[in-house]
Nanobody
């Protein structure tokens, strides 16, 4: 059974850092992409970053380029999102999701993804 489990969220001051983890199980590694999405209260879910497990191709939203880094650990079947220089507007519930081939044309559209984790809260505040 496909499962995605996020961890690593918490409370951090502006300018601080967090590393989120997404542990995947129940499917063959290397044949899918994992995306990170976030949703703040009253706002739509938005794409943050994505990585293809097979070749490590990465994608980022303009709002996080230069601050966030997505990576994969094939041995652990886990994807990480390193978040640096955090801003209050980064506050949201962060979700990871899988997209199996054939991939859609838009990595940052939630409807392209097949399975979702439960989310982890990230709060950036003084």
């Amino acid at each position: 059974q496909v499962q995605l489990v996020e961890s690593g969220g918490g409370l951090v001051q502006p300018g601080g850092s967090l590393r989120l983890s997404c542990a995947a199980s129940g499917f063959t590694p290397g044949i899918y992409a994992i995306g990170w999405f976030r949703q703040a209260p009253g706002k739509e879910r938005e794409g943050v970053s994505c990585i293809t497990f097979s070749d490590g191709r990465t994608y980022y939203a303009d709002s996080v380029k230069g601050r966030f880094t997505i990576s994969r650990d094939s041995a652990k079947n886990t994807v990480y999102l390193q978040m640096n220089s955090l801003k209050p507007e980064d506050t949201a519930v962060y979700y990871c999701a899988t997209d199996f081939p054939p991939y859609g044309s838009s990595w940052d559209e939630a409807y392209e993804y097949d399975y979702w984790g439960q989310g982890t809260q990230v709060t950036v505040s003084s």
